[in-house]
């Protein structure tokens, strides 16, 4: 039962509820070398060795072990109870935008939620319901022909609609959180839920569905769908006008030549991490292939060649050298998957 729907604005299939247990012919077997496997009655492969550079903003990190990338909610899950039958851990990418893999790759099942796209636009409610895989910035460009407001801010933010909704993707002085109605999960058996905004306990550029994936005591919920509450009736070409502008502003005051996740550290209270950076004079400033732009030293750039650990390091590099100064340690935005080597 397939969720990518395309033309986009097509509504959405209800998926089935629950998943069917793999038989034990699914499994790799052993002492043989690894081959992809398909769910059985799918389209959906298992893949190994996957590199994960070619899947991230930064284009490093080393391969996920295994590696799927379903195209429907029911593919989704036959892909997590595949790993559960296996004991296998599951990390969960987006659009690879705000992360930084190990140069060791990830163990275990990588699933991919890029091609879970599909939007539909109600007329009546404002509401615009997306799949986790709908990259943000084609939504917002969706809505500002329609002539709906509130997405104008995100034209510049290079992440999908599962991603903003862990992360409170935001910019512009708005952020998801202002705009989501509700959002569907999955827990790690599988099991769907509705949560409100209220239910992620959102802050600043965070959610209890990112803190849940970095403790372990936690369960696991990956959001497969998310509906936003906009405003529709405006002219279309004022809409476009408005968006232009803020993805003109990005562009003209953050550099997008060069691999980079975007901003590396949240804003503390006090100034932002940007000018922090730069008031230690490390524009500029590499270490092997990885560099902290000139243009906006909240960036760090892969000038070619760069490892993730160039770029752990600088990251590190930075926040030393801004703590020395102003007895502030910056916390990154970014976030850290695998196991990296100690400096």
């Known amino acids: 039962m397939t969720l990518s729907h395309d033309p986009t604005t097509a509504a959405p299939v209800q998926p089935k509820l629950g998943y069917r247990a793999m038989p034990e012919s699914s499994f790799l077997p052993l002492g043989q070398p690894p081959q992809p496997i398909r769910l059985p009655g799918t389209d959906c492969l298992i893949k190994p060795k996957v590199p994960l550079s070619t899947l991230t903003s930064y284009r490093v990190g080393g391969p996920a072990e295994l590696y799927a990338a379903p195209r429907t909610l029911e593919d989704l899950q036959l892909s997590l109870a595949w790993a559960n039958d296996r004991g296998l851990p599951v990390t969960f990418l987006g659009a690879g935008s705000n992360l930084l893999v190990s140069d060791r790759g990830l163990p275990g099942l990588v699933i991919c939620t890029r091609r879970l796209r599909y939007t539909h636009f109600d007329e009546e409610t404002g509401q615009v319901t997306a799949g986790a895989g709908v990259s943000l910035v084609r939504l917002a460009w969706q809505a500002a022909e329609r002539g709906w407001q509130g997405l104008e801010w995100a034209v510049g933010i290079p992440?999908?609609?599962?991603?903003?909704?862990?992360?409170?993707?935001?910019?512009?002085?708005?952020?998801?959180?202002?705009?989501?109605?509700?959002?569907?999960?999955?827990?790690?058996?599988?099991?769907?839920?509705?949560?409100?905004?209220?239910?992620?306990?959102?802050?600043?550029?965070?959610?209890?569905?990112?803190?849940?994936?970095?403790?372990?005591?936690?369960?696991?919920?990956?959001?497969?769908?998310?509906?936003?509450?906009?405003?529709?009736?405006?002219?279309?070409?004022?809409?476009?006008?408005?968006?232009?502008?803020?993805?003109?502003?990005?562009?003209?005051?953050?550099?997008?030549?060069?691999?980079?996740?975007?901003?590396?550290?949240?804003?503390?209270?006090?100034?932002?991490?940007?000018?922090?950076?730069?008031?230690?004079?490390?524009?500029?400033?590499?270490?092997?292939?990885?560099?902290?732009?000139?243009?906006?030293?909240?960036?760090?750039?892969?000038?070619?060649?760069?490892?993730?650990?160039?770029?752990?390091?600088?990251?590190?590099?930075?926040?030393?050298?801004?703590?020395?100064?102003?007895?502030?340690?910056?916390?990154?935005?970014?976030?850290?998957?695998?196991?990296?080597?100690?400096?």
Request: proline share 5%.
């Open 159 to 343: 992440g999908t609609v599962g991603g903003a909704v862990v992360m409170n993707a935001g910019a512009h002085h708005s952020c998801t959180a202002e705009i989501l109605v509700n959002t569907n999960v999955l827990n790690r058996s599988g099991e769907p839920s509705l949560l409100l905004p209220a239910d992620l306990r959102y802050s600043y550029r965070s959610s209890s569905l990112q803190t849940a994936a970095a403790n372990k005591d936690q369960p696991l919920r990956l959001v497969t769908e998310a509906t936003l509450q906009l405003q529709p009736g405006a002219r279309p070409d004022t809409v476009l006008a408005a968006t232009t502008e803020h993805l003109d502003q990005r562009r003209n005051t953050q550099p997008y030549h060069l691999p980079s996740c975007g901003s590396v550290f949240r804003n503390p209270a006090s100034h932002k991490a940007g000018w922090l950076i730069e008031q230690t004079g490390l524009k500029g400033y590499q270490i092997g292939g990885a560099q902290i732009a000139q243009r906006h030293a909240n960036f760090i750039l892969n000038c070619g060649g760069a490892t993730a650990s160039d770029i752990l390091n600088l990251i590190r590099h930075a926040q030393e050298q801004v703590d020395r100064r102003w007895s502030l340690w910056l916390e990154p935005e970014v976030k850290m998957l695998g196991e990296f080597q100690a400096a």
